[in-house]
T-cell receptor, first 114, second 112 residues
Framework: DVKVTQSSRYLVKRTGEKVFLECVQD?????MFWYRQDPGLGLRLIYF???????EKGDIPEGYSVSREKKERFSLILESASTNQTSMYLC?????????????FGAGSRLTVL | DAKTTQPPSMDCAEGRAANLPCNHS???????VYWYRQIHSQGPQYIIH???NNETNEMASLIITEDRKSSTLILPHATLRDTAVYYC?????????????FGSGTRLQVQP
């Protein structure tokens, strides 16, 4: 089975700190995604990457950047964390199964910014 | 992507079948129906998908009506661990450069 591993399950950071959220998948998938999930707002796409060093903005990229130096790793970076970035962050990897939209998600990283 | 409509919540007794409906009356011929679920504080989990034929896997069955305007996800013997939010998503096969859009889903509560 595909496994998507997010480095930290829970993080607490202070306003202005730089935050790195790491995501690793073990099945050589080309597509990887970062979402955030907030009560009442559902899952919203921040960024996605369709290949190494390739990225595209999602619906809410402001305040975030990403890095994909290796195929298996997709990092989300908060350059200067703010309290409105307190959220659950979810990484996903896309199966190439015939072009189907089968995503495998990590367990999530719950970030609190004080 | 076609819009989907799901009931906000449902209850089911443990051991009984859970039947979760989804309406997608504007579905196009090339759009698939996908089901995911999200157990509290975890990432969403893919369950099943189909185009027009009924599908079954180890987790669930997917029944799609002949006109494809609605579908039902069936968990044949619900357990307490099936308590989750279930999302129905309609989407065509594509390059994957657009993200899946998750609506508000159906919150299924399995009762002991």
């Amino acid at each position: 089975d595909v496994k998507v591993t997010q480095s930290s399950r829970y993080l607490v950071k202070r306003t202005g700190e730089k935050v790195f959220l790491e995501c690793v998948q073990d099945m050589d998938h080309e597509n990887m995604f970062w979402y955030r999930q907030d009560p009442g707002l559902g899952l919203r796409l921040i960024y996605f990457s369709y290949d190494v060093k390739m990225k595209e903005k999602g619906d809410i990229p402001e305040g975030y950047s990403v890095s994909r130096e290796k195929k298996e790793r997709f990092s989300l970076i908060l350059e200067s964390a703010s309290t409105n970035q307190t959220s659950m962050y979810l990484c996903a990897s896309r199966s190439p199964l015939g072009g189907a939209n089968v995503l495998t998600f990590g367990a999530g990283s719950r970030l609190t910014v004080l | 992507d076609a819009k989907t409509t799901q009931p906000p919540s449902m209850d089911c007794a443990e051991g009984r079948a859970a039947n979760l409906p989804c309406n997608h009356s504007t579905i196009s011929g090339n759009e698939y129906v996908y089901w995911y679920r999200q157990i509290h504080s975890q990432g969403p989990q893919y369950i099943i998908h189909g185009l027009k034929n009924n599908e079954t896997n180890e987790m669930a069955s997917l029944i799609i009506t002949e006109d494809r305007k609605s579908s039902t996800l069936i968990l044949p013997h619900a357990t307490l661990r099936d308590t989750a939010v279930y999302y129905c998503i309609v989407r065509a096969i594509d390059t994957g450069r657009r993200a899946l859009t998750f609506g508000s889903g159906t919150r299924l509560q399995v009762q002991p």
